[in-house]
């Protein structure tokens, strides 16, 4: 089994780190504190702050998009036990029996030196962030099959100001959706073009929609 650093929202380490997307930050950050008040999470203002910031935190820790693509520097295989001791502070075992896979007895760490960083900042965080930053991420994922509040906050938050920009397509509400949640079948011949702002254009006959591809929210 394959282990991979994760628990970002936005597309890339980046979006967290330069000033160049400080827009972005603040629309996420934004998005967030819609969600959580949707959920009725108390005190959805400061807690999304805080979801953003520890974000951020991992952000920091993660590795490059071209650390990523290092294939030998990436593959490091090790026992559970291994793990358990090179990233403590984080359930490992845990974690794997949450997924269902406790019986796994080995697998490969992808980025390696982030591991524990990324574990100790889990250990760090107070246990309010972590609560908010798991009903964030519940109520996003689960935002376009929810009431209109939430798929709406969900749109809109896809097409960034910046997606607005370089997007050469056009817009329009679509009643489904493309990405790893929903497995779109058709039985039409399709072209596929995706556009400068990362969504991807369906053109069934003379149909035409464009569907959001998980580029902010997934």
Known sequence: MYLNQAGLGMPDRRYYLL????????????YARRLLALVKWPNPVESAMAVVAFE?????????????????????PMSVAELTAFAPGFPWQEFLAGAHVADVQRVVVGEKSAFPKIAAIFADAPMETLKAWCAFNVADRAAPYLSRPFVTARFEFGWSPRAMELCTCTPRRCSAQIGSDLLVRTTVSVVLRVSPCGFICLRPKSARACFGLSTFAT
């Not at 000033?19 to 934004?30: D, I």
């Not at 951020?56 to 490091?76: H, L, M, Y």
């Open 19 to 30: 000033e160049e997307f400080a827009r972005e930050r603040r629309g996420y950050r934004e």
């Open 56 to 76: 951020g935190r991992i952000a920091e820790a993660s590795w490059t998009a071209a650390e990523q693509r290092d294939a030998v520097k990436s593959f490091n």
